[in-house]
């Protein structure tokens, strides 16, 4: 599996950011009973940086939690040739949202 993780904000946080998504992803990936090789991609932003996604690609002038930008059609993805790893798509999270809901909830 090929992940990447970028963090696109100064913020720090009390844990490696790195290391929590690809557990995420691995427990995702195991759960769905994946059998493939897979690429994904984790962006960390700010809420402006998903505002500005969000309301680019949804339409919607807001910040929200997380965006989600799957690159397969009814489960057929494109192979990176490198890899042969199915590149399933990006998520964006971000972390202004997700620590205050980590508050709330």
């Known amino acids: ?3 990447y993780v970028e963090n696109e904000t100064d913020m720090k946080l009390p844990f490696d950011e790195e290391e929590v998504a690809i557990k995420v992803i691995e427990e995702a990936l195991d759960y769905e009973k994946c059998p493939y090789e897979v690429e994904i991609s984790v962006t960390l932003t700010d809420n402006a940086g998903i ?3 969000n309301k680019e ?3 919607i002038d807001r910040p929200t939690d997380v965006l989600s ?3 397969g ?3 057929e993805y494109d192979i990176n ?3 042969g790893a199915q590149m399933l798509g990006d998520i964006v999270i971000s972390i202004e949202h ?3 809901q980590a508050e709330l909830y």
């Open 81 to 83: 040739n490198d890899t």
């Open 1 to 3: 599996m090929t992940f």
């Open 57 to 59: 690609h949804r339409g």
């Open 98 to 100: 997700a620590i205050k």
């Open 69 to 71: 930008f799957p690159l």
């Open 51 to 53: 505002h500005e996604l």
């Open 73 to 75: 059609i009814d489960g």
